[in-house]
DNA sequence: GCTAGCACTCGACTGTAGCGAGTGCCAGTT
DNA sequence: AACTGGCACTCGCTACAGTCGAGTGCTAGC
């Protein structure tokens, strides 16, 4: 059965009312909130419809009710007005960034901002290596048989590893190699750099570049290392309504698994917010929360992701503005830096 | 008034007992669970005084007894025995941190680690700047007017920052510049690098030295750039028996502000642990909660803390092991790198 | 198609009673 | 002098019954 107007009012109104109040909303209260312009008795029979659709349902027989996953997914896509920033908030995200000396400093005003802003869990993801291109490479001598590489990219991260060399090597060639690589390598992509460190691997037909092109085959491009920052945790304590052990602590623990939260950004793009509810999430611990990330990179590329983790009972409209201008302002300051 | 050693005993029981059930403790389970060899109304007898001196405490009239933070003192000064660690977790230790590639891997996985061991929230501080001294410097030009600062310490940190030039610089006297400070540099702790900066400010009295020397000494050493990890949050929901809104949160807030974890480790020593319990804490929100930290670095010398947070009411004498284990075990990893 | 009215449900709250762990004190024993 | 057994007392916890009220579904009427 489809809905009329009326009706998908009247879920809004219960959306946007439970979401303020958190508390179930009644038929009475309803209309004495918003202006519906019909009875309760009227607001019944729509509650009692989108009952059997599915998008509310009654904590209990005698209680109000509160919407589903269902019901704020049809909320999120077809209901809310996008809610524009205030200014005071608009400056606040300026004010608070503007200042970043470098990448860390980026990325962990960011995550702050975006949990205090939205006064739920936030999550931004470093810039993927994968996604980054090479600006510079530095081979730096420990010992005769071990060096230190040093990958800087584009996004502004840098990369280290420790590279043990089968046999001692005179400075002087580690300098020869590192010019080698900065020519080839600079300015490509790392998922394109395989072909080109291999090629230089045999090209050399060297001890050194090849154990060197084993760390960077292996460790830079293979297992890309990512990176998370995490920001606002304390703002679970504000759902109130569930008890530690049962539901706070899987979500803790959820947040501390890296590659929990690397997927939570996996099909994000840029300017548009992605937002999961509820069971729609992939992991089940995550399941009575919502998500909402997006991608950021310098003008419309996606280098990373960041997001806000909160109560499926959240204020979309104003998260996603706040998630997607977060993202602008940062992926702003990366072309920047 | 003295207390004999009865009274110690029994304090030292109450402890042991209400540290292992979480529950106030009475004279009867008291004299059943450990062999006192006295009768009940005799340890109620001793319970009184240690109570009058401030060692234990009523929660109610008719409930058991529980430690105070004075209690919890005298027992961790006095009282403990040092619990030698179980092979099982002396070669968990061992079989996690061996894997270790980098200094962020031995960090994220020391800080796991502990945070398993202990089953509470473990904090680890990366090796201090200021504790470090410089291994190699490096200048990456990123246009003609700025570059990229890239120094690596010994303990295998690497920080970056740009450098904004005063004018058009060319990439010889980059390359110049970069050998001169890396012979005056290398080798010297960071605490001793500002006279040696300065000194080659004036010797050398080129702009791009001078924009150079203001950002080595502003913020590399200055303002020292500590940075801290964090794992087993999830931990905290284990202490039942507290609120969500009025206990957990602040601690969940303090958590996440890495000026109050820094100075956890402020006055830590190598080898040995130190132990803050509830009001010994300098931070109010940190006040029902203890925590044991200690120093680690390449053989007795301290480059950065680690420990743990969790209740008073924590397992004083395994906790106190676990911590000084890993810091050993961190140290030496360092040595190696 | 909407509304007013009504009987019904059921969670939240309140007050009462009984239970039991634990205490302090005192008189008696060693 | 130190310890013990006994006893009256306290008080938090649980169970239970009763009341209240928000909210519902249904039906008859507009």
Redesign the interface.
């Known amino acids: 059965m489809a809905l009329d107007d009326r009706k998908l009012d009247v879920l809004r109104a219960i959306v946007e009312d439970y979401v303020a109040t958190q508390e179930p909303v009644g038929s009475k209260m309803l209309v004495e909130r918003h202006s519906l312009g019909v009875s309760p008795a009227t607001v019944r029979n729509d509650m009692a419809v989108l009952e059997e659709e599915g998008y509310i349902r009654q904590p209990h027989t005698s209680a109000g009710r509160v919407p589903t996953d269902r019901g704020y997914r049809l909320f999120v896509d077809r209901l809310s007005k996008v809610k524009p920033l205030s200014p005071a908030e608009r400056r606040a995200i300026e004010r608070f960034l503007i200042g970043a000396?470098?990448l860390d400093d980026v990325v962990h005003r960011a995550v702050?901002l975006l949990a205090q802003l939205t006064r739920q869990v936030a999550v931004v993801q470093y810039p993927s290596l994968s996604r980054s291109s090479v600006?510079?490479l530095?081979l730096?001598p420990?010992s005769t048989t071990r060096l230190?590489l040093?990958m800087?990219t584009d996004t502004?991260r840098?990369e280290?590893?420790?590279v043990e060399l089968p046999e001692p090597t005179p400075v002087e060639d580690i300098e020869t190699l590192t010019r080698h690589l900065n020519e080839k390598l600079v300015g490509a992509k790392l998922v394109d750099t395989p072909p080109l460190v291999q090629a230089l691997a045999d090209q050399l037909a060297q001890p050194a570049m090849n154990a060197l092109a084993v760390v960077l085959l292996e460790?830079l491009v293979e297992r890309h290392e990512e990176r998370i920052a995490l920001?606002?945790?304390?703002n679970?304590?504000?759902y109130?309504g569930?008890d530690?052990?049962g539901s706070?602590?899987?979500i803790?623990?959820a947040?501390?698994e890296e590659v929990i939260l690397l997927k939570l950004f996996d099909e994000v793009k840029a300017g548009s917010a992605l937002v999961r509810i509820g069971d729609e999430n992939e992991y089940a611990d995550l399941r009575t929360t919502s998500v909402v990330s997006t991608g950021y990179g310098p003008g419309s590329t996606v280098v990373g992701g960041l997001g806000v983790l909160g109560p499926t009972r959240m204020d979309y409209p104003g998260t996603i503005a706040t998630v997607r201008a977060v993202a602008r302002y940062v992926g702003d300051l990366l072309t920047q830096?």
């Open positions: 000396v470098d702050r600006r510079h530095e730096v420990v230190l040093v800087i502004g840098v280290q590893r420790v460790t920001a606002g945790t304390a679970l304590t504000r109130n569930l530690l052990a706070l602590r899987p803790l623990e947040l501390e830096h």
